[in-house]
């Protein structure tokens, strides 16, 4: 069943669970607000209900999805609409966070990173007006779904982006203003991150939702080999030290496991089963002082719950040792992202 044909919200109701360590202290890195891309709305009320459900979220992030844009700006300014909406937003979640619900603590806006570097800096300057303070960096994607295949949320990168030396250009001036690159990107494209990472050494960079594992059409069947090689991509990059990882985002429909189309949705100890490998194996490569867990919602929230997310990820680290968990709930996003 599609998203749209269902209540959602009364899916997710179907699998009820504790939070478990309630008290510790979250940090999510990863989440968008619209108000409709056809799979209905996300605002501060429904971020509200998720961070609000039991664990112990104390700061959130946003990251951009092309939100909100003002269609009246000139084109190289069109994506500071976004930031403008999402500085509202983030002003009215300040005024609850007395009342334990979580401030809006930053956000990661778009520019197009190939603009002259006149352009590129006025782009910049404006998204840092336009945020009061919240502006930590930009995510120009090189997401590029591979050919013949169909996906439910498809990248719009341009093929052969990482390579271009204006784009190039522009992550190095990130880093040259204190600001972050996140990227996401599928799993076909792990060496264009990677001569990015290399090109940009000064920039700091995070790789978002594990480089997005493919799992449906002609990538079928096909898991435990792609497993395999990013395996190995993953034990490569990890060589740049420029490079953290968010961990989350690996429960879109197109990861393949099929959760939103069930009848009930995921229990944490299935989502446990299910990606557990990947988790420990990031982790292992990069250490938890350069991975930080996200929630990638309301993306992932097509297949499982806020509270069913934050209790896979504690069970997967459960034996982790206390600086680790800290490192991977709160500690490194609040460092890359100068959160405090």
């Not at 500085?87 to 002259?116: K, T």
């Not at 996401?184 to 990015?196: I, K, S």
Request: net charge negative; with cysteine; glycine share 8%.
């Amino acid at each position: 069943m599609q998203m749209a044909e269902r209540d959602q919200q009364a899916w997710l109701d179907q699998v009820q669970e504790e939070a478990l360590e309630p008290e510790r202290d979250i940090v999510d890195p990863h989440h968008h607000l619209w108000h409709d891309f056809g799979v209905g709305q996300y605002l501060l009320e429904d971020l509200r209900r998720d961070t609000g459900a039991g664990h112990g979220v104390r700061k959130t992030m946003f990251m951009e999805c092309s939100a909100e844009y003002d269609k009246a700006a000139p084109e190289h300014l069109r994506s500071v609409g976004e930031t403008r909406f999402v500085a509202q937003v983030a002003r009215q979640s300040r005024e609850g966070a007395g009342s334990g619900l979580p401030p809006i603590a930053g956000l990661v806006a778009h520019c197009d990173l190939r603009l002259p570097e006149d352009q590129l800096r006025e782009a910049l300057a404006a998204h840092l007006e336009a945020s009061e303070g919240l502006f930590r960096g930009i995510r120009h994607a090189l997401s590029c779904p591979p050919d013949n295949v169909e996906l439910m949320i498809g990248g719009n990168g341009t093929p052969g982006m990482a390579y271009d030396p204006d784009f190039q250009r522009g992550v190095r001036l990130l880093g040259q203003l204190g600001y972050t690159y996140d990227s996401w990107h599928y799993h076909t494209q792990m060496d264009e991150f990677l001569a990015v990472a290399k090109a940009a050494p000064d920039t700091t960079m995070i790789l978002d939702h594990f480089a997005t594992p493919i799992g449906v059409g002609r990538f079928v069947g096909q898991r435990e080999q792609i497993f395999a090689q990013w395996q190995a991509d993953m034990h490569t990059l990890a060589a740049c030290p420029n490079v953290h990882l968010k961990l989350g985002g690996l429960a879109m429909p197109d990861n393949g496991w099929g959760w939103h189309e069930r009848d009930c949705p995921p229990t944490s100890d299935e989502f446990l089963q299910a990606q557990r490998d990947w988790y420990l194996h990031a982790i292992d490569c990069f250490g938890a002082e350069r991975c930080m867990f996200e929630s990638n919602f309301p993306v992932d929230r097509f297949s499982l719950s806020y509270n069913v997310y934050w209790n896979g990820v504690k069970k997967i680290v459960q034996d982790f040792s206390d600086v680790d968990k800290t490192s991977l709930f709160s500690g490194t996003a609040t460092r890359v992202y100068s959160l405090d």
